[in-house]
């Protein structure tokens, strides 16, 4: 019942692990975001732990701030991971997490496995504000909030930093330490998902 838990800032290539990753077998939503101009493969995101997610840190991508949670709330929740551990294998990703993991680690436990996406302050920073049609020093504050408030996170599992530009330059060896680390199996699907049409900044 192993959780695989993506997080990192919005931008900083947790969509793309993400796909990698349902492509090798993880099931990584029940109910999918879908896809958007800028994110022409899809977020590979769970409709219902974002909505969840989406209220604990005050509704908005933008401006993170982390609010009470009712007890209702956090019933809730707890009924939603529960109707997701009964999966030998399964995986959340959001960049939300960055604040709202306590949580979800709370329901989930100790099974999960963390892998962490990197990408360069500044192409987060320029993608993030084309993305959103943001300034350069807004987005900059974002995106530091969101790596600050991952930086403080404390947990007791296994984890893999991947590098956004190691998965896209160096595709094959990038796909393979993903199988190995969530114990999947690599195949040519989860390889042929990264391609050129992720590469912005």
């Known amino acids: 019942m192993t ?3 993506v997080i990192g800032p919005p931008r900083s290539g947790t969509s793309a692990v993400a796909g990698v990753l349902h492509n090798l077998g993880v099931p990584m939503y029940q109910g999918e975001l879908g896809i958007s101009g800028k994110n022409s493969k899809g977020y590979f995101e769970d409709s ?5 997610h989406h209220y604990v840190i005050d509704k908005k991508l933008k401006e993170p701030v982390v609010v009470p949670l009712s007890q209702q709330y956090r019933n809730e929740y707890e009924r939603l991971v529960a ?5 030998p294998l399964w995986g959340v990703k959001d960049p939300r997490l960055c604040f709202a993991f306590p949580l979800l680690h709370q329901y989930v436990g100790d099974d999960m496995k963390m892998i962490l996406t990197h990408r360069e302050r500044d192409s987060v920073v320029r993608s993030m504000a084309d993305f959103w049609t943001l300034g350069y020093e807004q987005a900059g504050e974002i995106a530091d909030k969101y790596l600050k408030a991952r930086s403080a996170l404390y947990f007791d599992a296994p984890f893999l930093w991947v590098n956004y530009d ?5 595709t094959e060896a990038q796909v393979k330490r993903l199988a190995e ?13 990264i391609d050129g049409s992720l590469r912005h900044y």
């Open 166 to 170: 190691a998965l896209l330059n160096n």
């Open 3 to 5: 959780c695989i838990v």
């Open 83 to 87: 109707s997701r551990v009964g999966q």
């Open 181 to 193: 680390f969530a114990g999947a199996r690599e195949n040519v699907n989860a390889i042929r998902f």
């Open 48 to 52: 219902a732990f974002n909505r969840f």
